[in-house]
């Protein structure tokens, strides 16, 4: 396994700690081999970091080294990560019209790259940027699209964050029994791939539990919540898999 793929997957397991060591060793190495995209993996592993620990901050101006280290070296494929977490970075900061200028700069990257589930991602989250602004119209859509295009192209990885989608939506409609069994569906889902929700997602989701259990109360959220957790994935959207 390459060390991208290592350190990615140690950070979805929510395992932080193996993850600074990871990239501490990673940008040492690189610099000393004169390897920019070591040294990018690497920085753009500790931001993340840093945004799931809340110091969006310091997550920005690790993801800003990682970025200038790529831009410098002439590679665009190397900016495409640490341009996706200041999109998040900037997203979770509240500046959701900044947000929506990047993360459609980083799906036109992406577009160049030929990185398609890169762009389906970046859609996911440029939906929440719609989302936050009150255009609930768009975001319906571009969840609608994206939940097609997943199940279209066989993104099976990205159900979690899906359910992410479904949850966030129906709080802001004010259906909180439908959020409180997708939150139910989307923990399970992830449960199952053996992963934590990225930063930004996370933030959704916990926005989303907490507006459910204030609106019917645990003893109304739990048995909602057990629901969403029994459904498959078919259940749960109502689409069957193409691919």
Not at 209 to 216: C, E, G, K, N, T
Request: glycine fraction near 8%.
């Amino acid at each position: 396994m390459s060390f991208e793929d290592d350190v990615r997957a140690t950070f979805r397991r929510g395992d932080s700690a193996g993850v600074l060591r990871m990239a501490q060793a990673e940008i040492e190495r690189a610099r000393a081999a004169g390897e920019p995209g070591g040294e990018v993996e690497g920085l753009y592993a500790m931001a993340r970091v840093a945004a799931r620990g809340g110091d969006l901050s310091r997550a920005e101006q690790l993801a800003s080294e990682a970025l200038e280290v790529a831009v410098r070296c002439g590679d665009r494929r190397l900016e495409e990560r640490p341009r996706h977490v200041l999109a998040a970075v900037t997203r979770m900061s509240g500046d959701y019209v900044k947000a929506r200028e990047l993360y459609l700069a980083s799906i036109a990257l992406n577009e160049a790259l030929g990185q398609p589930e890169m762009v389906n991602s970046e859609y996911h989250n440029l939906a929440f940027t719609e989302l936050h602004l009150g255009n609930l119209d768009r975001a319906r859509e571009l969840f609608a699209a994206g939940r097609e295009r997943v199940f279209r192209e066989g993104y099976r990885l990205f159900v979690p964050y899906l359910g992410v989608a479904a949850a966030a939506l129906a709080s802001a409609e004010g259906d909180h029994v439908r959020a409180a069994r997708m939150i139910g569906f989307t923990d399970s889902a992830y449960a199952a791939i053996g992963q934590v929700p990225d930063p930004d997602d996370a933030a959704e989701l916990s926005n989303a539990r907490a507006a459910a259990v204030a609106a019917l109360g645990e003893a109304s959220f739990t048995p909602a919540y057990a629901a969403g957790a029994a459904l498959t994935d078919t259940e749960a959207f109502g689409l069957t898999w193409r691919s």
